[in-house]
């Protein structure tokens, strides 16, 4: 028996090994362990149907028949990292009958197909086509030496298919894919809570709309009863976890007092009780800078877990932190930002922010409990973020359109002129950024103009692509 590894094989089996631990990087788990721990049950699994295209063995060893079992070896690897994604399926065509794969992708979220050979438009070209015409978001993974078919794959694109080609031999592509498609399957199947006004851009603020657009359900929450729910909850409990999560914790307590802080651990004790109660994995809220306490912490302590809590209403910016948080695994920051052009920088600010940046199964950040600055009142946090961070600030607007840039921290300060959490950004051209803030499509109040949403990672090829897969515009600011 010959021992010895072909090129191709050496290759594959690199990749599939590199690509597990390059995939961490791109494709998290969701909630955190406490998350669930707390009393929030997981989503579903979003279910991907995979499909082998293509002949393989005798003439057609451009793939041979041992790469689908190597194949399906990682996606069962990729389930246990990703641990809300199930792949079903698993026909091979042909001998399969394409008709009826078509047929049994009724209830898959997304369709995965691999294409294993194929020397022209022929039937392989054929196949898929029938398959992504069914309008799922779809992804096709094409590595080198699988023919010619190549060429007529930029077609779908140009044609408003919902499918994304992964030319390529890194198999982490296929990873950070199948995370995107988490995205709309996992959307469809939100709650998300709008205490007060529901604000931002008009399709963002009406239910219906989200519902249509995007499956979610908005369900509108009178203050009054987060109030009352705050009454409720035990002051010996809300203590417990004041000290547990944020005294103990902080860096620095500066003006608040402890029983400040204590009544703020009893607001997100309150809103947690409500989101299991209404099933909900995001909220936000137009009262959150009054009765009966200030959102910061509770904002904060959502985010970190893997939910969204995000403040003022801005339903845009929550819509945007869940997108990232179902495609990436991690938090938001909503930002007030503003544009030093003699830095080049893009300066992020605001009073709430998660300690977890990297997701729930992060390390916290230093942080120092302070006052909300415009008030001078009540509990808020400065987050010391990573200095030499690639970041991406988006923002998902009128529920068609993603507004994107990306940048890297270069500084962190505590001007008393500005909110407590405070970043510097470094990006492509300031004063560009300055001129087109908005880039001419979004439009509104100061609060829809202004915000934008700070994530760990440079994003931006991966939300064109959740672009392509949703139908939805990616336009960069700057």
């Keep these: 028996m010959d021992d010895s ?12 090994g590199g690509a597990l631990l390059a995939g961490q990087l791109g494709a998290r788990r969701l909630m955190g362990a406490e998350a669930e721990a707390e009393g929030w049950p997981p989503l579903p699994p979003v279910k991907i149907y995979k499909v082998y295209v293509g002949r393989t063995g005798g003439i057609y060893l451009s793939r041979p028949k041992a790469e689908i079992a190597k194949f399906n070896e990682y996606l069962g690897k990729l389930e246990g990292k990703l641990g809300v994604v199930k792949f079903i399926g698993g026909e091979v065509v042909p001998p399969a009958d394409v008709a009826k794969v ?5 209830g898959a979220d997304g369709v995965l197909l691999f294409h294993l050979s194929g020397h022209g438009g022929g039937a392989p070209k054929k196949a898929m086509d029938r398959i992504i015409d ?3 978001p ?3 993974f094409s590595q080198p030496f699988s023919g010619h078919g190549w ?9 408003g298919k919902k499918v994304v080609v992964l030319p390529t031999s890194d198999w982490s592509e296929i990873d950070r894919v199948v995370a995107l498609m988490r995205v709309p399957a996992h959307l469809a199947q939100t709650r998300l809570l709008a205490v007060g006004r529901a604000k931002g851009t008009a399709a963002a603020c009406d239910p219906k709309q989200i519902k249509e657009r995007l499956g979610a359900e908005m369900v509108l929450v009178n203050n009054n009863r987060i109030i009352a729910a705050h009454k409720a909850v035990d002051l010996k409990t809300a203590e417990a976890e004041a000290e547990r999560y944020w005294i103990s914790q902080a860096k620095k307590i500066v003006e608040p007092s402890r029983e400040q802080i204590i009544n703020s651990a009893r607001l997100y004790l309150a809103v947690k009780d409500l989101m299991i109660k209404e099933k909900a994995q995001a909220i936000t809220s137009s009262h959150c800078m009054g009765k009966p306490a200030k959102g910061c912490l509770t904002f904060s302590k959502l985010n970190d877990l893997g939910l969204v809590g995000a403040c003022e209403g801005d339903v845009d910016s929550t819509l945007t932190m869940l997108m990232f948080q179902y495609a990436f695994g991690v938090p938001g920051f909503i930002s007030d930002p503003v544009i030093d ?3 080049n920088a893009l300066i992020h600010f605001h009073c709430t922010s998660a300690t977890k940046m990297d997701g729930p199964d992060g390390k916290r950040h230093p942080f120092t409990i302070r006052t909300q600055s ?3 009142r009540g509990v808020s946090l400065d987050v010391e973020m990573r200095i030499g961070q690639v970041v991406t600030c988006a923002k998902f607007i009128n529920l068609d359109t993603m507004l994107i840039s990306t940048g890297k921290i270069i500084d962190v300060t505590h001007d008393e002129l500005g909110c407590r959490t405070q970043f510097w ?3 492509a051209d300031a004063e560009s950024m300055f001129h087109n803030w908005g880039a001419g499509v979004l439009k509104g109040g100061v609060m829809t103009l202004l915000h934008r949403v700070v994530f760990y990672g440079d994003r931006l090829q991966d939300i064109k692509n959740l672009g392509v897969l949703m139908g939805f515009k990616v336009v960069e600011e700057g």
């Design 425 to 427: 950004t470094e990006v």
């Design 151 to 159: 060429m007529y794959f930029p077609g779908w694109r140009k044609a």
């Design 5 to 16: 590894l072909s090129r191709r094989e050496f290759l594959g089996a690199a990749a599939a």
């Design 138 to 140: 779809t992804a096709v």
């Design 134 to 136: 069914v309008g799922l």
């Design 341 to 343: 052009t003699s830095r």
């Design 374 to 376: 415009d008030s001078e």
């Design 102 to 106: 078509v047929a049994n992708l009724a």
